[in-house]
C-alpha cells in the first residue's frame, strides 16, 4: 500500500492545490481565522469526515477507530505581512503565509482524503490537528487545554513544516536526529516610566530611553560574559519605542524582545536574569521598570522511536531519493533556530517535526514578502503525512 499512497496523492494534486490557493489568498493571522476555519470545516464535511472546533478556532477530527492513536498536525495562520509575490492568488488584505503554513494546511486536507479512503485498513484512529496561532506561539497550548489529547491520548504526533530550501527535489523530506531540534522561546516587554520634560532642561526629568539604552546594553552582556561557549541562545531586544519630537524628553518607553535556548535551565537562567538587570538598571537611573512575559514555547523534542520509523517508511512511501537525513545535510547541528509551539505537544507524547523541500523559485527566506513556495511539494506532502500514520499503525513499512 505505501507505494500506492504517493501515486493516489498525485492524482490528487489539482485539488490540493486548489486548497491551498484559497488559503492563501484568504490569508488571516493568530486566532482570528474565520474564512480559514471555515473551508478546512467544509471540506473536511465534503470528504466525509465530522470535524469539531477545538480552542477558540482548533479544529480535530478522526478518521478510523482503535486504541492505537496518530495525531497529525497542520497549522493555520499566516502573519501581518503585506506580500509582494505577484502571484494572481496574492492575498492582499496585508496578511500573508510568508511561512507556508497554507501548505501545510492543503497537505493535511489531501492526506485526510487518502487516509479516508482507506480507512478499513486503519489499525488505529488518525487525529487530523488544525492549528490556529503557531506564529504567536499560543495555538497549541490552547488546544491542548480545550481537550486535544484527550479522551484517548496519541501514542505519536508528527507535522511538517516547509522550506524554501536550494537545490532540494520540491518534496524531499528532511529527517531530524533525535533529541531537541527547536529552542524555547519566551517573548518579552519591558515597559519603562521615566518623568518628561523640556529638552533643553534634562535635569528636570528622567530620561526612559537613557535607561532603555543602558538596558539594553546590559542584557547582552548576558551572552558575553555569563553565559559560555556551549550554551547556545539567542537573546534579541526587536524594538524600541518611545518619544515623537526633537525637544521633547518622554517620559516612557518600551522595549520588546525574545530569548531562545536549546536548554530550559539556560532559558530559566536567561528570564531570571534579564528580570534582575532590568530592575537594577531602571532603579540606578531613577526609573520604574515593569517586564512582562507574553508568551512563549519549550524546546521541541524528537523522538528516536519516530525518527527510526520516518526513515524506513517514508523511502517506501515516496522514494529514497527523496529521504534526507538532516545531520548529513547540514554537515552539523542539524537543530532548527526557529522556535514551534508544537513543541508543547512533544513534551506530552512521542512527537516528530519534519522538513519539506519546497523552493527552487524565489532565493528569499520565510516570512520574506517575496516568498513563492513551490507547489509540487503539494502531493509529497500529503502522502508523507499519510504514510506516517499508516506505518505507526504497520499497515504498511
Not at 166 to 171: H, I, N, Q, R, T
Not at 220 to 241: C, K, P, W, Y
Request: contains cysteine.
Amino acid at each position: 500500500m505505501a507505494q500506492e499512497i504517493l501515486k493516489e496523492a498525485m492524482a490528487m494534486q489539482e485539488t490540493i492545490k486548489t486548497h491551498r490557493r484559497y488559503l492563501h489568498e484568504h490569508a488571516e493571522v493568530g486566532f482570528e481565522l474565520p474564512d480559514t476555519f471555515a473551508y478546512v470545516m467544509d471540506t473536511l464535511q465534503r470528504t466525509g469526515i465530522t470535524p469539531q472546533k477545538v480552542g477558540r478556532c482548533g479544529i480535530v477530527a478522526s478518521i478510523g477507530e482503535g486504541d492505537t492513536v496518530a495525531m497529525l498536525r497542520a497549522d493555520m495562520d499566516a502573519l501581518p505581512v503585506r506580500e509582494e509575490s505577484d502571484l494572481p492568488f496574492a492575498c492582499r488584505t496585508g496578511n500573508a503565509h510568508v511561512c507556508g503554513h497554507d501548505m501545510h494546511t492543503a497537505m493535511l486536507l489531501g492526506a485526510a482524503a487518502l487516509l479516508k479512503r482507506h480507512e478499513s485498513t486503519l489499525k488505529g484512529s488518525v487525529r487530523l490537528m488544525f492549528q490556529p496561532a503557531e506564529e504567536s506561539l499560543a495555538g497549541a497550548s490552547d488546544m491542548i487545554n480545550a481537550g486535544l489529547l484527550e479522551p484517548s491520548c496519541p501514542s505519536a504526533a508528527m507535522m511538517i513544516h516547509v522550506m524554501n530550501t536550494e537545490g532540494l527535489k520540491p518534496g524531499t523530506v528532511i529527517v531530524p536526529p533525535a533529541g531537541v531540534s527547536a529552542p524555547a522561546a519566551d517573548f518579552f516587554e519591558i515597559g519603562l516610566q521615566g518623568k518628561g520634560c523640556h529638552g533643553a532642561m534634562p535635569q528636570n526629568g528622567i530620561d526612559p530611553i537613557n535607561v532603555g539604552a543602558h538596558l539594553v546594553l546590559a542584557l547582552q552582556a548576558i551572552s558575553t560574559r555569563e553565559l559560555g561557549m556551549n550554551d547556545a541562545h539567542a537573546l534579541t531586544v526587536s524594538a524600541f519605542q518611545a518619544g515623537d519630537a526633537a525637544n521633547v524628553m518622554p517620559d516612557q518607553a518600551v522595549l520588546r524582545g525574545s530569548v531562545r535556548s536549546f536548554d530550559l535551565d539556560i532559558q530559566q537562567f536567561l528570564k531570571k536574569r534579564i528580570e534582575e538587570i532590568t530592575q537594577l538598571t531602571a532603579q540606578t537611573f531613577r526609573a520604574e521598570a515593569r517586564l512582562r512575559w507574553l508568551g512563549g514555547c519549550p524546546t521541541l523534542v524528537n523522538h528516536p522511536e519516530l525518527t527510526k520509523l520516518a526513515c524506513e517508511a517514508f523511502p517506501i512511501a515516496i522514494g529514497s531519493e527523496r529521504v534526507l537525513s538532516a545531520a548529513k545535510l547540514g554537515g552539523g547541528d542539524a537543530r532548527s533556530v526557529g522556535s514551534e509551539d508544537f513543541s508543547y505537544i512533544s513534551q506530552q507524547i512521542p512527537s516528530l517535526m519534519l522538513a519539506m523541500a519546497a523552493g527552487g523559485i524565489s532565493n528569499v527566506p520565510l516570512h520574506h514578502p517575496k516568498i513563492i513556495f513551490n507547489e509540487e511539494a503539494l502531493s509529497y506532502g500529503a502522502a508523507v503525512y499519510a504514510a506516517f500514520a499508516l506505518a505507526r499503525m504497520n499497515v504498511c513499512r
